[in-house]
């Protein structure tokens, strides 16, 4: 009887395995077209009404949020049981869809409110849109904020002025993306890459500050195959590529083409001791890439160093997690 049982069982684990296997995404539609209704859970007039009312994903499947070209005046936020989401433009560009708020360190009452999009669930994937955080020079105001894991913005703009990205917690991937902004506009401890993407700033100030705390961290930002660019810089001010926010702030450019007009010194401690701060740089060209004027505590990395640095390296973590295959298969 025990054999027989246990001979059941397997063939009742192997006929459903195929639909395990067999896990279907959801793909539903998000226009200002369609009106919100009880009966349809597929098509949606705002981004938030598809996050909310969607259908559920079972495990291993993933939810696409495809979005009509438009304005989007709305704030977004991809709460922790929305894992495996997807939100794609489906214009022609990036700047087809744009998703827009103004909200501030003032308006919201904390930095950390002010985002026009937050992610809290992990697999997120943006592809082929705008964030914009449109509030302008009125202090800290994010764009997009992200504490999840295995987060990947690929084709997109990121348009602020201070604080843009708050890349705090979780790996995150950003590929052939623009990110704009002024003061400290890469900010917070994220083990983060920035990959084929330009990073412009649009007045003087820091590129980046990087928020480690101590040296065991696995944290840092890394701008890889990128371009940094900026508008022009007025007299007697500067523009860095970064400055320390914490005390072991890590941030590596390599591989990347740095524009004319930066400060030669680079890099700024914001007070903090510079025997722990970790900022390096490999192999950049453009007239930005001189080190012959950097601080002296800035490093240039060995070619066995800069491997730790690439996104596949950097971001593997324990379940070997490649970005830049995932995001090659991105719609």
Same mark, same amino acid.
């Given at each position: 009887?025990?054999?027989?049982?246990?001979?059941?069982?397997?063939?009742?684990?192997?006929?459903?395995?195929?639909?395990?296997?067999?896990?279907?995404?959801?793909?539903?539609?998000?226009?200002?077209?369609?009106?919100?209704?009880?009966?349809?859970?597929?098509?949606?007039?705002?981004?938030?009404?598809?996050?909310?009312?969607?259908?559920?994903?079972?495990?291993?499947?993933? %939810?696409?949020? *495809?979005? +009509?070209? #438009?304005?989007?005046?709305?704030?977004?936020? @991809? =709460?922790?049981?929305?894992? $495996? !989401?997807?939100?794609?433009?489906?214009?022609?560009?990036?700047?087809?869809?744009?998703?827009?708020?103004?909200?501030?360190?003032?308006?919201?009452?904390?930095?950390?409110?002010?985002?026009?999009?937050?992610?809290?669930?992990?697999?997120?994937?943006?592809?082929? %849109?705008?964030? *914009?955080? +449109?509030? #302008?020079?009125?202090?800290?105001?994010?764009? @997009? =904020?992200?504490?999840?894991? $295995? !987060?990947?913005?690929?084709?997109?703009?990121?348009?602020?002025?201070?604080?843009?990205?708050?890349?705090?917690?979780?790996?995150?991937?950003?590929?052939?993306?623009?990110?704009?902004?002024?003061?400290?506009?890469?900010?917070?401890?994220?083990?983060?890459?920035?990959?084929?993407? *330009?990073?412009?700033?649009?007045?003087?100030?820091?590129?980046?500050?990087?928020?480690?705390?101590?040296?065991?961290?696995?944290?840092?930002?890394?701008?890889?195959?990128?371009?940094?660019?900026?508008?022009?810089?007025?007299?007697?001010?500067?523009?860095?590529?970064?400055?320390?926010?914490?005390?072991?702030?890590?941030?590596?450019?390599?591989?990347?083409?740095?524009?004319?007009?930066?400060?030669?010194?680079?890099?700024?401690?914001?007070?903090?001791?510079?025997?722990?701060?970790?900022?390096?740089?490999?192999?950049?060209?453009?007239?930005?890439?001189?080190?012959?004027?950097?601080?002296?505590?800035?490093?240039?990395?060995?070619?066995?160093?800069?491997?730790?640095?690439?996104?596949?390296?950097?971001?593997?973590?324990?379940?070997?997690?490649?970005?830049?295959?995932?995001?090659?298969?991105?719609?």
């Amino acid at each position: 009887m025990r054999s027989y049982l246990l001979a059941s069982f397997a063939m009742l684990c192997f006929s459903l395995a195929p639909f395990a296997a067999l896990a279907q995404d959801i793909h539903v539609q998000v226009s200002k077209q369609y009106k919100l209704s009880p009966d349809d859970a597929y098509h949606f007039p705002t981004i938030m009404n598809a996050l909310d009312h969607a259908p559920d994903v079972p495990p291993g499947a993933r %939810l696409y949020i *495809e979005i +009509a070209p #438009g304005t989007y005046a709305e704030r977004i936020y @991809v =709460s922790h049981d929305r894992p $495996r !989401t997807t939100l794609v433009g489906i214009g022609k560009d990036p700047s087809d869809v744009v998703i827009t708020a103004a909200q501030n360190v003032k308006t919201a009452q904390s930095t950390f409110f002010s985002e026009t999009m937050e992610i809290l669930a992990d697999d997120f994937q943006a592809d082929n %849109l705008t964030v *914009e955080n +449109a509030a #302008g020079a009125t202090g800290q105001a994010l764009a @997009v =904020s992200v504490t999840a894991d $295995r !987060t990947i913005f690929k084709r997109c703009r990121l348009l602020g002025y201070q604080d843009t990205v708050f890349a705090q917690y979780g790996r995150q991937y950003y590929t052939d993306t623009y990110i704009s902004g002024a003061v400290d506009f890469l900010f917070g401890n994220a083990p983060a890459v920035f990959d084929h993407s *330009e990073i412009h700033a649009t007045a003087p100030g820091y590129l980046t500050a990087q928020g480690r705390t101590n040296a065991t961290q696995p944290t840092g930002y890394v701008i890889v195959n990128s371009k940094l660019t900026h508008d022009a810089i007025p007299e007697g001010r500067s523009l860095l590529l970064g400055r320390a926010w914490r005390s072991y702030a890590r941030v590596v450019i390599m591989h990347s083409e740095i524009a004319a007009g930066f400060d030669p010194r680079g890099w700024n401690n914001w007070g903090k001791d510079t025997k722990n701060i970790d900022y390096a740089e490999y192999e950049n060209t453009g007239p930005g890439a001189d080190t012959t004027g950097r601080v002296s505590w800035m490093h240039k990395l060995t070619a066995a160093e800069a491997q730790a640095y690439e996104p596949k390296n950097f971001l593997a973590g324990d379940d070997h997690w490649n970005p830049e295959a995932v995001a090659a298969k991105m719609p």
